[in-house]
C-alpha cells in the first residue's frame, strides 16, 4: 500500500515555561528550541521511520526548506510539497513543567493549497492507496470525496477539530482517528461518558468506518462492526507529549499495510506513541521501526 498524506507541514517554535501563560502574564522562557513540526508532516515521518510508502504532499514557504529536506531524509516522497511566496505554517508551542503543551498556529501554505494541486497529486494514486489527512490544511472534503472516487481509502484525523469537521462527508472515511475530546465531541456523547461509551457512539454514527479512539494514559481503543479492542500504553518517563498522536497513528498504519491485525497494530502505535513521549520534540522524537518492531 502506498500512502499519500495531504498535510500540514510547520516549523515549531517551543517555549519551555513553568506554566501555560495567561492573559495580560508576561513569563519568561527556561529554554527554547526550533523545530520541524505539522501534525501531518509528524505523520509522513512516523509513516515513513515505521518503514511505510509514503508521499507528502502540502505548500511552503521559503523558510521551509529545512522542513522538505528533513522530511526526505527519512525517506519520505516530498516532490508534491510545493513551493509558495508567503510564509509556512508555524506552531507557537508553550511547555509547561508537567510536559503538557499548548498550541497557537497560524496556517501559512497549510491554508493556500488549491484545488487544482489537489487533483494534479490525485491523479497519482488510485485503489489500493490510502489518503492520510488532518484538520490542519483546506478542502479536507473535497480531498475526501476525489480521493474515494479514485478508489483510494482515507484515513481522517480529525485533529485539531472544530466545527467543520461536522460537515465533512466522515461517511466516505474508511478509518476515523480521534482523542478522547475530539471523540467525545464528534460523537455528542454527555459530559462524564466513559471511554467505552464514546466509541459505541462513534461505531454507531458511522458504521461504515474503523474507529480508533486514543486516550492518553488510558490508552487506545479500536471499534469495527461487532470487535471492540484495547491496549494500553506502553508506560515510559514523560518529556514530551507534542508528537504522541501522529508517532501512533504513523505506526497504526504501517502496521496494518504490513498485515498485522487491529490488536497488533495498537500494540506497536500505543509502543512507538510511549517511545516518543520519552523523548523532547516533535518529527525527532519518533522512534524508528528497529525500536517499535525489533
Known amino acids: 500500500m502506498r500512502f499519500l498524506n495531504y498535510g500540514s507541514v510547520n516549523i515549531d517554535l517551543v517555549f519551555s515555561v513553568d506554566h501555560v501563560v495567561q492573559p495580560g502574564e508576561t513569563l519568561s522562557s527556561t529554554g527554547f528550541f526550533k523545530s520541524a513540526g505539522g501534525k501531518g508532516a509528524n505523520q509522513s515521518a512516523a509513516l515513513a521511520k515505521a518503514g511505510a510508502d509514503v508521499t507528502h504532499a502540502g505548500k511552503i514557504g521559503a523558510d521551509g526548506q529545512f522542513l522538505v529536506d528533513l522530511l526526505s531524509g527519512y525517506g519520505v516522497d516530498t516532490s508534491l510539497i510545493r513551493l509558495y511566496e508567503g510564509a509556512s505554517g508555524q506552531a507557537l508551542i508553550q511547555l509547561d513543567k508537567q510536559k503538557q503543551n499548548a498550541i497557537v498556529l497560524f496556517g501559512g501554505g497549510n491554508l493556500a493549497i488549491t484545488k487544482g494541486e489537489i487533483d494534479e497529486s490525485l491523479a ?171
Open 124 to 294: 497519482l494514486f488510485g485503489p489500493g492507496d490510502m489518503l492520510v489527512l488532518q484538520n490542519e490544511i483546506v478542502h479536507v472534503s473535497y480531498l475526501i470525496e476525489r480521493a474515494k472516487a479514485r478508489g483510494m481509502s482515507v484515513c481522517l484525523n480529525t485533529a485539531p477539530f472544530d466545527e467543520k469537521i461536522l460537515g465533512y462527508p466522515l461517511h466516505l472515511v474508511d478509518l476515523l482517528v480521534v482523542n478522547e475530546i475530539e471523540g467525545a465531541a464528534l460523537a455528542g456523547s454527555a459530559q462524564g461518558s466513559t471511554f467505552s461509551e464514546v466509541l459505541e457512539a462513534l461505531v454507531h454514527a458511522y458504521p461504515g468506518s474503523e474507529i480508533v479512539l486514543t486516550a492518553g494514559k488510558h490508552g487506545a481503543y479500536y471499534g469495527y462492526r461487532s470487535l471492540r479492542l484495547h491496549e494500553p500504553i506502553y508506560e515510559l518517563p514523560v518529556a514530551d507529549t507534542t508528537a504522541a498522536g501522529d508517532t501512533f497513528i504513523g505506526y497504526f498504519l504501517t502496521s496494518r499495510s504490513l498485515g498485522h491485525g487491529q490488536q497488533e497494530a495498537l500494540r506497536y502505535a500505543c509502543k512507538a506513541s510511549g517511545i516518543a513521549v520519552s523523548r523532547v520534540g516533535a518529527m525527532g522524537s519518533i522512534p524508528f521501526a528497529g525500536e517499535v518492531f525489533g
